[in-house]
């Protein structure tokens, strides 16, 4: 690309040449705080274990807007698969590519660059704007925002509104902007049998074949029926284990994992109530380990979704969609704190993949639309 690249592309260049794989952050950040500082923010760096956050708060009263999103990023793949290398912005057709170019560097840069140009005009903007930023988005998330929401409470500070820069859009930007997700709860059920010879039956107890019937049934369930913004709540099989190898061995145990993604219909708790009466009723000997990935949230339609909407229809002519589809993200924490959360940001075809990309225009459009929410909520 020879001509002069925008001040939002130049970041998201800059952002992109850092090797940032979670929980990695590799200056990101730095460069993100070097811009805030210059607009007279207040930064809290907030590292927590071997993760960097930081969260970074512009005005003295009113309702906070709050920008979130990681820096860190997943890992490339072989870098032979990649027609360049994944951290050196690559220009092509229209498109950037480089690992994070959609998820999420470009959306960090382009709320970098809106904050910027909405303050140059609105140098005494009512209201606050915040950002909340993590390296442990795409890890484990246990020392990213979930930390930074309880170091917010602690502090008394709820903001009023959260935009995430995930990668929202589907098929061109603006088409989709996510204002819930499922929640997620997993578990580890290992059943117990009595391993023996596989000739002589009755001296076992084969945990396989008593965990069948269990399983149907639970496959089988109609857990809710969902709602106008969610699916019916999903309940999926992803291992099983069990068996020594050998064709001649009843095994002792067998351990299935499976996962719920649930609607607001239904609570974490009442699944595991739910389960855990099904496999009493099976007789089974058992032990179930549970972990929450996230409860299910929902921003119903009201001030933030109308004022992303409006600024999408500005700015692209398009009618946006709502959707709570996909898998978890950080806004399950920030939901926590009765903030209304929306999660807008570019085209999500090729996050994760080889040869991930965006399109260059884009990057533009999305810190205009960014800038143009700021105006809908913190001018009047």
């Given amino acids: 690309m020879t001509e002069q690249l925008s001040s939002t592309l130049e970041l998201t260049c800059a952002l992109l040449r850092r090797q940032s794989v979670s929980p990695v952050d590799d200056g990101c950040q730095d460069l993100l705080i070097e811009r805030l500082e210059a ?32 820096t860190d990023v997943v890992p490339t793949g072989e870098f032979k698969d990649w027609h360049s290398d994944p951290f050196e912005p ?20 382009a709320m970098i660059t809106a904050t910027e140009a909405f303050i140059e005009q609105h ?23 979930t930390r930074v929401v309880d170091w917010l409470q602690a502090q008394g500070i709820t ?30 059920l290992t059943v117990h049998g009595m391993q023996g010879h596989i000739a002589y039956p009755q001296l076992a107890d084969n945990p396989i074949h008593r965990i069948i019937p269990a399983l149907a049934n639970l496959t089988a369930t109609t857990w809710d029926q969902g709602n106008q913004h969610f699916p ?6 992803s291992n099983i284990h069990s068996g020594s190898g050998a ?39 058992y032990d179930l380990d549970w972990q929450l990935s996230g409860q299910a949230f929902l921003t119903t339609p009201g001030t933030l979704v109308e004022a992303i909407a409006e600024s999408i229809q500005t700015n692209t002519g ?21 903030t209304q959360v929306v999660e807008f940001g570019p085209v999500n075809s090729s996050i994760h993949k080889i040869d991930e990309h965006v399109l260059v225009a884009d990057l533009d459009k999305l810190s205009d639309i960014y800038r143009d929410i700021l105006i809908n909520l913190l001018t009047s």
């Fill in 39 to 70: 607009m007279d923010f207040d930064i809290h760096r907030l590292p927590f274990e071997d993760v960097e956050n930081f969260w970074a708060i512009r005005g003295n009263d009113g309702p906070i807007l709050c920008f979130a999103g990681h």
């Fill in 232 to 237: 019916a709540t999903s309940f999926q099989v």
């Fill in 90 to 109: 690559f220009f092509k057709d229209d498109y950037l590519y480089a690992r994070g170019a959609a998820d999420m560097k470009g959306s960090l840069s």
């Fill in 318 to 338: 398009i009618e946006t969609e709502l959707s709570t589809g996909g898998g978890t993200s950080d806004g399950r924490f920030i939901a926590t704190l009765g």
């Fill in 247 to 285: 064709t001649n061995v009843i095994p002792g145990e067998i351990v299935v994992d499976f996962n719920f993604r649930f609607s607001t219909e239904v609570t974490a708790q009442q699944l595991q109530n739910r389960v855990e009466t099904a496999l009493k009723q099976h007789k089974l000997d």
């Fill in 159 to 188: 903001p009023e509104w959260c935009i995430i820069g995930e990668p929202s859009s589907s098929k061109v930007l603006g088409d989709t902007i996510k204002n819930g997700r499922r929640g997620s709860l997993n578990a580890r």
């Fill in 123 to 145: 140098p005494a903007h009512s209201g606050r704007i915040a950002f909340l930023i993590t390296s442990d988005e795409e890890g484990p998330a246990i020392n990213g925002t």
